[in-house]
C-alpha cells in the first residue's frame, strides 16, 4: 500500500536522526575523552576546597625538661550577628545582652553596640574565657528562656535537632601557656595571632614577637598540612570515601640551657633589689664558663606572657642582650687582662696613682675616689684605681687595646640565639680622641650589652676562651627524641691560660680586699670586679634639642660581675643595676650583695661542694 | 512482528529503569533541603505514580485499533485546542515560572502542551492519510486544514509560552508532512516561513535572545545564563571515558538545578562515563529503528504516519535534550523522553508507545487473515 516514495522519504528521515545522534556521540567523545582532564581540573576548583590542617606548636622546656611555654586548645566565645540582630530568632536581646555581660564579665552597652555593629556578620566577644564562662555559655546556648522562639531544624534523616541558639557559639583557638607566669618572660617572649592580611584571628600561637619564640620559631613552628574537602554548591563539606591529605607536621620542641631553679633564684634576688634600691632596670645573668651555657637570665621589670595586653611594651624588651651601657670600673677586669696579655705590665708593677688626680696626656683630668699613692699593678685593679689603670693601658696604644678588647668579643654581637642583640658600642682606634685611651680602660666610652660583659668574665673564668653563648640547648621532636643537639663551641682565646689564671687571682683579691668585699660567698671564694659608673644624661636647650651628653653625678650604673669558686669557676654572675642614684649607687654595695645571693643559692642548688678545707689547706701551708 | 514489540517493550522497561534511578539520584538531597517539600523520595515517588498510569495505557492503547482514535481525531485534537485555552483561565490554569503551562485536573497538575503533541500527531495523520489517499502528491488546498491545526495548537503552545514544545510539535508536524509525500518546494516555502517567524520571535524576546547568545559565546556568560550549560559540560567531562560511578555525581549538590529533568543527560554522563552516554544513545537509536519498521510494515497510511510521528516525537525530544546538555543548542527545558522527571510527558511517550503498540498489532493482524482464509478456502475444495 506505501509506495516507494513514501519508503524512501521515511528512511531517509531515519538516517537523519541517526546522524543527529552520531553528532552528539562525537560531541561527547569531544567533552568526556579529549577535554577530560581540563573538566577534572575545572572541576577541582568547583567541587573541592583545601582545608589547612595546622599544626601543634612545640613547647619551651628548660634543660631539665620542664615545660615553661606550650600551646593549648581552647575556645572563644563569638556573637553571630545576624542571629542576634534576626527579632524571631532572638526575641529578647536586651534579656541576652545583660546576661552575656554578667557572665563574661563585660559592659552590657558595649555588647549592645557590638550587636549593632553595621556590615559586621560575626563579632568575638570573649578571647580567652575561663573555663566556668564556656560552661555557662553552654547552658546559655540551651536555655529556652531566653529564646522561645529559636530554630529548630530537622536532621538529614529526620527527627528533631537538640535545641542550639545559634546567635553565640563558641569556636576552636589554640593559646599559648606559660605555667610558670613571669618567669624568664624576656626569654621566652610571646606569641600572638598573625596579623597578616588574611590570616587575622586564625590562630593565637601562630606568630611569634618575641624571645625564644622568635628566634627558634623556625623548630617551634611546625608545619601546615592541608585536606581536600567535596563541598556543595552552598560550600558545606560533604563526606567522601577518599580522603586526600597531606597531614601537619607538628613543631618540635625547644630545650633551653636555662635553669628553672636557678632562673628563679635569680628573679627573686634582683626583683627584691628592685624592691630596695632606685633604679629603672636590672639584669641578671648567670652563665656556665666552661659551655657558654647561659644557666639564667633575668631582667627586672618584668611582665605576664599570658596576659600582654596589660603591661607597657617597654617592659617586654630583654634588657641583657638588647640594651648597653657604659659598664665601668667593672670593665678594668677586661682592660687588665689585656694589658697583662699585652705584656705592658706585670701584677707585681709599681704604678704610681699619685694624689688622686691626673691629667692625661692630650687628655682628661682623672679622679680616684681617694688618693692612692704608688700601688702594685694588682692593687690598681683591687683598689679600681682609673688613673693607674689609665696610665698602664696608655702603654697599650690605642690599636692594642682595642685589639684586646675584640677578643673579648666587645663590640660585636655574640650571635646568641635571642632576637634583637646589639652589638654595642666600641669604636675604631682611628676614631679615638685623647680622652679614648685614658677613659676606655675604666669602661668609660665604650657601651656593652650585660651578656657580653658576663661572656668576656666568662673567658677569664674558662682559662681565656672565650666561648659562644648558648640558649638553646638541643631539638626534641615530640617523643622526646632529640633531633639536634647545640654543642658548646669556643669563640677564641681572648687571653692565655697564664693571664687568665693571674686575672682570677687578683679578681679574687677584688672580693678579699678589695671594693667588692659584699660579693663574699662563704665557703665558694667568688671573684669579680665592681662598677659604678657615671651615666651620660642629655642636655637639651630650650626647643627640646639634644645639644651634648654630659656624666651625671648622681645617676650611675652599678654593676658586679664576678665567677665562683675563684680557681675553678663553676658560674660566672653578672649583676646590672641601671640608673642607680647617690647615695645608694655604688656597685660594691648594690651590686655585690645580690651577686652573692645568686651564687651561694646557686651552687648550693647546683650542690657544688664548699671548699672549705681546701681553703684550711692553703692557710696553713701560708703558715708553713 | 511481534519480537519488534517484544523489544519496544524491554527498551522502555529499560530507559525507565535508568530513569527512575537517575531520578532518584539527581533529586533526593534537593528534595530534602528544599523547604516546602523536606522527602528525599518526593520526585520518585511522583514518578512511580505517573508510571502506573502510563504503563496501564500503554496497556489499553496496545488493545485498541488506533484507527478507531484516528476516526475520532478532530474531536480529539478539538479538546486539545481547549485544553491548551484552559491553561490561561484564571482558577484552572498553574502559573509558573512567568508562564501559563499547566491545569490542574482531579488533584493533579498536567501539561497539555505533552498532549498535544500527540494529538496533533492522530489529527495529521487523520488529514493527511485523507487527502493523500484520493490523489498523490498532495496539493496545496489539501494541506490547508493540517496546516491550519498544527499552526492553531503550535500558536497556543508559543503563547503560554513554551517556545521549545511548539519547536518540537512543529519539527514533527514537518517531518509527518514530509514521509506524507507533500512536494518539496511546499515544504521549502513552509520552512523559509518557520525560520523567518523563528528569527523574529528570538529578536524580539530578550529572554530567548539572551539563551542564543549565551550559546554562541558560553565564556562570556559562564555565571549568568550560561550557568546551567557550563556546569553540564563539567558534570560530562568530569566523568569522562567510564563515569565517576553511580551514586557519585558532584552536580546533584546543588550545582545544576532540574538535574532531574532539563539535564539529567548530563547526570547519566557524569556517572556512567562516555560508555554510558553511547549505550543511552544506542536504546534511542534502536528506538527509531523499531519505530521506523513498524511504520513501514504498516498496512494503512493512518498508521504509517503515526507510527513515524510518534518515534520522531521521542527522537526529537531526546536529540534535542542530549544537543543542550552537550551545548549543541541553545539552553531550553526539555525533557529525555521516559528518563527525566515530569508526569505528562512521561504518560505521553507512554501512549505514544501504545499507538506504537496498535499499529504494530494492527498490521500483523491483516497479514496473518489473509493466509488463514487461503487455507481454509483450500480445506473447502479438499473437502
Known amino acids: 500500500m506505501l509506495s516507494k516514495s513514501h519508503k524512501m522519504r521515511s528512511t531517509l528521515v531515519l538516517v537523519g536522526f541517526i546522524l543527529c545522534f552520531s553528532t552528539i556521540i562525537a560531541r561527547l567523545f569531544s567533552i568526556q575523552v579529549l577535554r577530560h582532564d581540563y573538566f577534572v581540573a575545572r572541576g577541582k576548583k568547583i567541587y573541592e576546597t583545601r582545608e589547612l590542617i595546622y599544626p601543634k606548636r612545640g613547647s619551651i622546656l628548660d634543660r631539665n625538661l620542664k615545660v615553661l611555654a606550650l600551646s593549648e586548645p581552647t575556645n572563644i566565645i563569638c556573637a553571630d550577628l545576624r542571629k542576634i540582630r534576626d527579632p524571631k530568632l532572638t526575641p529578647n536581646r536586651d534579656l541576652l545582652a545583660s546576661t552575656l555581660a554578667r557572665l563574661l564579665g563585660l559592659e552590657r552597652d558595649r555588647l549592645n553596640r557590638t550587636f549593632a555593629l553595621k556590615g559586621r556578620e560575626a563579632a568575638y566577644l570573649k578571647r580567652k574565657p575561663t573555663q566556668e564562662m564556656i560552661d555557662a555559655v553552654e547552658v546559655l546556648r540551651r536555655d529556652r528562656v531566653f529564646f522561645e522562639a529559636g530554630r529548630r531544624s530537622t536532621s538529614l534523616y529526620g527527627g528533631e535537632k537538640e535545641f542550639i541558639y545559634h546567635g553565640i557559639f563558641l569556636d576552636n583557638r589554640v593559646k599559648r601557656v606559660h605555667p610558670d607566669g613571669r618567669l624568664l618572660c624576656h626569654i621566652l617572649g610571646f606569641v600572638r595571632d598573625d596579623p597578616r592580611p588574611g590570616k587575622v584571628l586564625v590562630r593565637d600561637d601562630s606568630y611569634p614577637v618575641a624571645g625564644i619564640e622568635k628566634s627558634a620559631d623556625r623548630w617551634l613552628k611546625g608545619e601546615a598540612g592541608w585536606r581536600m574537602k567535596n563541598i556543595d554548591n552552598r560550600r558545606r563539606w560533604v563526606l567522601s570515601a577518599q580522603v586526600v591529605e597531606k597531614p601537619a607536621v607538628n613543631g618540635q620542641n625547644v630545650v633551653l640551657t636555662i635553669d628553672e631553679g636557678i632562673q628563679f633564684i635569680c628573679e627573686e634576688e634582683i626583683g627584691r633589689q628592685f624592691e630596695e634600691v632606685a633604679c629603672k632596670t636590672i639584669s641578671a645573668v648567670v652563665v656556665n664558663p666552661r659551655t657558654g651555657e647561659i644557666l639564667a637570665m633575668a631582667n627586672f621589670p618584668n611582665f605576664d606572657p599570658n596576659n600582654i595586653v596589660e603591661f607597657d611594651p617597654e617592659r617586654m624588651s630583654n634588657q641583657a642582650v638588647e640594651y648597653s651601657f657604659e659598664p665601668g670600673s667593672t670593665f678594668k677586669a677586661i682592660t687588665a687582662a689585656v694589658a697583662l696579655e699585652g705584656r705592658v705590665v706585670t701584677p707585681e708593677e709599681k704604678v704610681d696613682c699619685g694624689p688622686g688626680y691626673w691629667k692625661a696626656p692630650k687628655g682628661p683630668r682623672l679622679r680616684d675616689y681617694r688618693p692612692q699613692g704608688e700601688l702594685t699593678f694588682e692593687k690598681v685593679v683591687v683598689k679600681s684605681s682609673n688613673i693607674g689603670m689609665a696610665k698602664v693601658c696608655g702603654r697599650l696604644g690605642a690599636k692594642g687595646l682595642w685589639g684586646g678588647l675584640r677578643n673579648f668579643g666587645i663590640g660585636s654581637k655574640t650571635g646568641v640565639l635571642l632576637p634583637g642583640e646589639i652589638s654595642g658600642t666600641l669604636r675604631p682606634p682611628n676614631l679615638w680622641t685623647g680622652y679614648s685611651l685614658a677613659e676606655v680602660p675604666m669602661g668609660q666610652e665604650l657601651a656593652v650589652t650585660p651578656l657580653q660583659l658576663a661572656m668576656a668574665f666568662a673567658a677569664i673564668a674558662n682559662d681565656g676562651v672565650l666561648m659562644k653563648p648558648l640558649i638553646v640547648k638541643e631539638i626534641r621532636d615530640e617523643e622526646g627524641k632529640v633531633v639536634r643537639r647545640f654543642e658548646p663551641q669556643a669563640a677564641r682565646r681572648a687571653v692565655s691560660e697564664k693571664t687568665a689564671k693571674t686575672m682570677k687571682s687578683i679578681l679574687r683579691k677584688v672580693v678579699t680586699e678589695g671594693t667588692g668585699k659584699r660579693a663574699e660567698i662563704e665557703g665558694y671564694s667568688p671573684g669579680g670586679k665592681t662598677g659604678t659608673a657615671q651615666r651620660a644624661l642629655p642636655v637639651t636647650d630650650e626647643t627640646g634639642r639634644i645639644v651634648k651628653w654630659v656624666y651625671s653625678d648622681t645617676i650611675f650604673n652599678s654593676t658586679f660581675c664576678g665567677f665562683a669558686p675563684a680557681e675553678d669557676p663553676e658560674i660566672v654572675i653578672l649583676v646590672a643595676l641601671q640608673s642607680t642614684v647617690k647615695p645608694k649607687h655604688f656597685g660594691g654595695t648594690v651590686a655585690a650583695p645580690v651577686f652573692a645571693r645568686i651564687g651561694e643559692k646557686a651552687l648550693k642548688y647546683l650542690q657544688v661542694q664548699p671548699h672549705e678545707e681546701k681553703e684550711e689547706n692553703t692557710r696553713s701551708a701560708q703558715l708553713n | ?383
Open chain 2, 1 to 383: 512482528m511481534q519480537s519488534e514489540r517484544a523489544l519496544l517493550i524491554i527498551l522502555i522497561i529499560i530507559l525507565q529503569g535508568i530513569g527512575l534511578v537517575m531520578i532518584y539520584d539527581s533529586s533526593a538531597i534537593y528534595a530534602n533541603e528544599a523547604p516546602a517539600i523536606h522527602d528525599s523520595d518526593f520526585f520518585l515517588k511522583k514518578q512511580l505514580v505517573w508510571m502506573a498510569l502510563g504503563v496501564a495505557a500503554l496497556l489499553v492503547l496496545s488493545n485498541v485499533d488506533y484507527r478507531l482514535l484516528i476516526r475520532n481525531a478532530v474531536p480529539i485534537f478539538g479538546m486539545t485546542l481547549l485544553s491548551l485555552c484552559l491553561v490561561f483561565v484564571p482558577g484552572i490554569g498553574v502559573k509558573a515560572n512567568e508562564s501559563y503551562r499547566w491545569i490542574r485536573l482531579g488533584g493533579k497538575v498536567i501539561q497539555p502542551s505533552e498532549f498535544a503533541k500527540l494529538t496533533t500527531i492522530l489529527f495529521l495523520a487523520f488529514a493527511l492519510s485523507r487527502s493523500s489517499r484520493a490523489r498523490y502528491p498532495l496539493t496545496l488546498k489539501k494541506l490547508l486544514l493540517p496546516l491550519g491545526g498544527v499552526a492553531a495548537c503550535a500558536g497556543l503552545i508559543l503563547v503560554e509560552p513554551d517556545f521549545s514544545s511548539s519547536a518540537v510539535l512543529g519539527s514533527v508536524a514537518f517531518i509527518m508532512l514530509f514521509v506524507a509525500g507533500t512536494k518539496l518546494r511546499y515544504l521549502f516555502c513552509l520552512v523559509a516561513g518557520a525560520l523567518g517567524a523563528l528569527s523574529y520571535k528570538v529578536v524580539t524576546s530578550s529572554y530567548q535572545l539572551g539563551r542564543v547568545l549565551a550559546f554562541l559565546d558560553p565564556a562570556e556568560h559562564q555565571a549568568g545564563i550560561a550557568y546551567q550549560q557550563t556546569q553540564s559540560l563539567l558534570a560530562l567531562g568530569t566523568g569522562g571515558l567510564f563515569g565517576l560511578g553511580l551514586g557519585s555525581g558532584r552536580q546533584k549538590l546543588g550545582f545544576l538545578p532540574y538535574l532531574y529533568n532539563d539535564f539529567v543527560g548530563a547526570s547519566i554522563g557524569e556517572q556512567a562515563g562516555f560508555l554510558g552516554m553511547c549505550v543511552l544513545m544506542g536504546l534511542f537509536v534502536v528506538f527509531a529503528v523499531l519505530g521506523f519498521r513498524i511504520a513501514s510494515r504498516a498496512k494503512y497510511m493512518e498508521g504509517y504516519l503515526v507510527a513515524i510521528g510518534v518515534s520522531s516525537l521521542i527522537c526529537i525530544q531526546a536529540v534535542t535534550h542530549l544537543g543542550v546538555v552537550t551545548s549543541l543548542l541553545p539552553a531550553t527545558g526539555l525533557n529525555l523522553p521516559f528518563v527525566s522527571f515530569g508526569g505528562s510527558n512521561l504518560f505521553a511517550a507512554f501512549i505514544g508507545t501504545g499507538l506504537l503498540v496498535s499499529v504494530s498489532r494492527v498490521a500483523e493482524k491483516e497479514t496473518v487473515k489473509e493466509p488463514a482464509r487461503a487455507l481454509r478456502a483450500r480445506r473447502v475444495i479438499t473437502t
